[in-house]
């Protein structure tokens, strides 16, 4: 082990050749790493300032567990219930039984790291971002506590989220898709998704005083989530999430039909897309309903987010800009829309012909 530096503290260099510094605080011995002497000596400097002036982080006996629980209660009222609900199992699935019963005093960046590995050599690569994230934004309020002295995810690789390309169905298999489905109970729910391009949850608490006939547009302000096997309706994911879309025609018709017949059945419910008892449906009956319909008709299976895919592939496939359908979708920015559409964009034919024509 190299020898330290007069005035620097115990600094040592570890056998793995990282470097370690140590510090006695109130009878408890403080540690810290690094890859460099720079690096801890600057992290022992700050272990330094923070016990001259009692703010030293002190974990105690504190798990990964505790830190996670204690987050996610007290944090509860200022995510959205979706949100909570993701964060809650993904750290139950995939964060408890890794890191749950490290010390904060020794939850080390390469720790994280290899767990987040783990779960995308599964082949999870949206669930390892994720649990980045409900680690990361735990790990902050940690630190607000005193429990962490510094958030260790941020020296950890944020897992990069490779999105999957979403199977779609051609214009053919769209028409024999609504021909077929016409007879269905759920057919004027999965012709508006297609034609709106709203997410199923947006369509599920639609009221009719959202629906404009007149106008043929519908105004997307709620929004019911699946959260712990309950149905809840919140506000939409992001300001842009509200939003009015406007409808083709037909599909005005289909809303108008499907007014008829609520009428006529005398159901007491103001919700568009009620189940038989007028209560909000829930998701997973449409998700049911539409793989069952899809195997009888012979198509290649969609969920009901695939209808919103298939709206917008559509589009874009049709030469419609791309800040139209961003909009459409309620997507936060435009940015969203080219990352997951990037393959259905039209080719740039214009484009080309016009630099021909500079060219020459």
């Known amino acids: 082990m190299a020898r330290r530096a007069r005035g620097e503290g115990s600094i040592t260099q570890r056998q793995d050749g990282r470097w370690q510094a140590s510090l006695q605080v109130g009878g408890v011995r403080r540690t810290v790493y690094g890859a460099t002497r720079t690096e801890v000596v600057r992290k022992l400097a700050e272990l330094r300032r923070q016990a001259s002036s009692d703010g030293l982080a002190d974990p105690g006996k504190r798990t990964v567990n505790d830190m996670l629980t204690t987050w996610l209660e007290t944090a509860g009222p200022t995510l959205r219930p979706a949100t909570w609900d993701s964060y809650s199992r993904t750290a139950d699935r995939y964060l408890r039984p890794t890191l749950g019963d490290t010390r904060l005093a020794h939850l080390q960046p390469a720790r994280i790291a290899t767990c987040l590995a783990r779960i995308e050599r599964e082949g999870h690569w949206r669930t390892a971002a994720l649990a980045y994230a409900a680690l990361h934004r735990a790990c902050v309020f940690a630190v607000r506590w005193g429990w ?126 009620p189940n ?66 990037a393959h259905a964009v039209r080719a740039d034919d214009e484009g080309a012909q016009a630099i021909a024509r500079a060219l020459r």
């Open 148 to 273: 962490l002295s510094e958030n260790p995810c941020d020296r950890v690789q944020r897992p990069r989220y490779r999105a999957e390309r979403k199977q779609v169905w051609r214009p053919e298999q769209v028409r024999a898709f609504l021909e077929g489905s016409q007879e269905h109970w759920l057919y004027p729910l999965w012709y508006t998704a297609i034609a709106s391009g709203c997410r199923l949850g947006e369509l599920l608490a639609l009221h009719w005083q959202d629906v404009d006939f007149d106008g043929a547009t519908i105004t997307i302000a709620k929004t019911l989530h699946r959260v712990a096997g309950r149905v809840v309706t919140g506000e939409p994911k992001t300001a842009s999430g509200q939003r009015t879309v406007t409808l083709p025609p037909e599909a005005t018709q289909v809303l108008r039909q499907q007014r008829g017949r609520q009428v006529l059945a005398g159901v007491a419910t103001d919700l568009v897309f």
């Open 276 to 341: 038989g008892e007028g209560k909000p449906l829930h998701p997973s009956t449409v998700e049911h309903a539409l793989r069952r319909e899809c195997e009888r008709l012979g198509l290649p299976p969609l969920t009901p987010h695939g209808l919103r895919h298939l709206h917008a592939s559509l589009l874009l496939a049709e030469g419609v800009p791309l800040p139209a359908v961003s909009r459409r979708l309620g997507h936060a920015d435009t940015g969203v829309t080219a990352r997951v559409y």
